[in-house]
């Protein structure tokens, strides 16, 4: 099973932009056939925030759809998540996650963004 570990995250003004990173080991990313955004904010639920698949096909949730962009780097097995105009309600702690490892109850730690003035 691939191991995923997020960083990139921080405090930034509302506006601002930040670039989360997902580096993977023990398996290409190519070979996955889906790689996930998630965010969890306090007292919400988790939620899906953008989709990658194998043919790069890409999708958001429409609370971020033309502010966040996800891509995949092959060089470095690694995600990306570019974040721009960032709002408050972007507040949150952002995971990546694949399905083979939510259906097996696997997140890693997170990153923190906190967007606020």
């Known amino acids: 099973q691939v191991q995923l570990v997020e960083s990139g995250g921080g405090l930034v003004q509302p506006g601002g932009s930040l670039r989360l990173s997902c580096a993977a080991s023990?398996?290409?990313?190519?070979?996955?056939?889906?790689l996930k955004w998630y965010r969890q904010a306090p007292g919400m639920q988790r939620e899906r925030v953008a989709i990658?698949?194998?043919?790069?096909?890409?999708e958001y949730a429409d609370s971020v759809k033309g502010r966040f962009t996800i891509s995949r780097d092959s060089a470095k097995n690694t995600v990306y998540l570019q974040m721009n105009s960032l709002k408050p309600e972007d507040t949150a702690v952002y995971y990546c996650?694949?399905?083979?490892?939510?259906?097996?109850?696997?997140w890693g730690q997170g990153t923190q963004v906190t967007v606020s003035s």
């Open positions: 990658i698949t194998n043919y790069g096909n890409t």
């Open positions: 996650n694949t399905p083979l490892r939510e259906t097996s109850g696997a």
């Open positions: 023990g398996r290409s990313i190519f070979s996955i056939n889906v």
